[in-house]
C-alpha cells in the first residue's frame, strides 16, 4: 500500500485528503451563500441555521483541512508532467495558492466569531471558547475582509485548477488526473 507521495505520483493519504477537502469545501460554500441568501431574504431564522451549520461543520472539519495543508509541505510532490515552464509554474502556484486560501478561510472564520465575543458552537455538543474578553470591532471587521478574500480567491483558483484537470484527462491525456485518483503502481 503506498501511502506517501513519490517522484511518480501521490499516495493515499494525499488522495484521500484531496477528495475529502472538496467535499468539505463544497459544502462550506453551500451553507455559507445559502446563509448569505437567506439573510438577503430577511429570513433571520433560516439564516441562523445555515451559519451555526457553517461554523459547526467547519470546526469539526478543520482539522483534516489544516492536515491536507502541512502534508502537502511535509511531503515531496510527484514530478510535474512534461509541459512548457510557464504551465508549470502556473500549476505549481495554483496549488500553493489554494492552500494559503484554506489557510485564510480557517483563520478568519474562527476569528470573525471569537472577535465579536462569541464562542464557537460545535452542534450544541461542546463549544470552543472565544480568547478575546470583549467585542473587538477592528479584529471583526479585519476578519470580515479576509473572509471575503479568501472565498473569491478559493472559487477562482478552483475554477482554474479544474480547468487544467479537464484540459490534461481530456488533451493532454498525460495521466495527471489518474495520478490523483490512485497511486502510481510500484
Ligand atoms: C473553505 C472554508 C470556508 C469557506 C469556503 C467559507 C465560505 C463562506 C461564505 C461563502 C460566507 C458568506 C456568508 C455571508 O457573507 O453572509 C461565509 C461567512 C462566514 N463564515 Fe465561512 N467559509 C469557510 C470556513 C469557515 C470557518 C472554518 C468558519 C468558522 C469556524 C467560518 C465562519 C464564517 C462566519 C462567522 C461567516 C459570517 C461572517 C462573514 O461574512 O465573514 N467560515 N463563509
Ligand atoms: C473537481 C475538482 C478537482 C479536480 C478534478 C482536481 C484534480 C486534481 C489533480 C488531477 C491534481 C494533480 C495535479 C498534478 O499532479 O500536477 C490535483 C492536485 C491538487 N489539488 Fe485538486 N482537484 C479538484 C479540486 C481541488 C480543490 C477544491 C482544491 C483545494 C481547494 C484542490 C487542491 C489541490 C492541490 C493543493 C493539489 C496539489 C497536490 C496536493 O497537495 O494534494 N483541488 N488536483
Known amino acids: 500500500m503506498q501511502w506517501t507521495n513519490n517522484e511518480r505520483g501521490y499516495g ?5 485528503l484531496h477528495w475529502l477537502a472538496l467535499i468539505a469545501i ?6 455559507g451563500f445559502a446563509a448569505e441568501n437567506a439573510g438577503e431574504l430577511g429570513d433571520r431564522a433560516a439564516r441562523r441555521a445555515l451559519m451555526g451549520f457553517h461554523t459547526a461543520f467547519g470546526a469539526s472539519v478543520a482539522l483534516i483541512l489544516l492536515a491536507r495543508v502541512a502534508l502537502h509541505f511535509l511531503q515531496r510532490q510527484p514530478t510535474p508532467v512534461p509541459q512548457p515552464p510557464a504551465l508549470n509554474f ?4 495554483t496549488h500553493k495558492l489554494l492552500l494559503l486560501a484554506i489557510l485564510i478561510q480557517f483563520i478568519s ?6 472577535s465579536g465575543g462569541r464562542d464557537i458552537n460545535v452542534f450544541d455538543l461542546f463549544a470552543i471558547p472565544t480568547p478575546f474578553a470583549e467585542r473587538n470591532e477592528a479584529v471583526h471587521e479585519g476578519a470580515e475582509v479576509a473572509h471575503a478574500i479568501g472565498r473569491w480567491m478559493l472559487l477562482g483558483l478552483i475554477a482554474l485548477h479544474v480547468l487544467g484537470a479537464l484540459k490534461h484527462a481530456f488533451i493532454d491525456r498525460d495521466g495527471v488526473l489518474r495520478r490523483m485518483l490512485a497511486p502510481a503502481e510500484t
Do not use: K
Open 109 to 114: 472564520g474562527p476569528l470573525a466569531i471569537w
Open 12 to 16: 493515499w493519504l494525499s488522495i484521500a
Open 26 to 31: 463544497i459544502a462550506m460554500f453551500w451553507s
Open 90 to 93: 502556473i500549476s505549481t502556484a
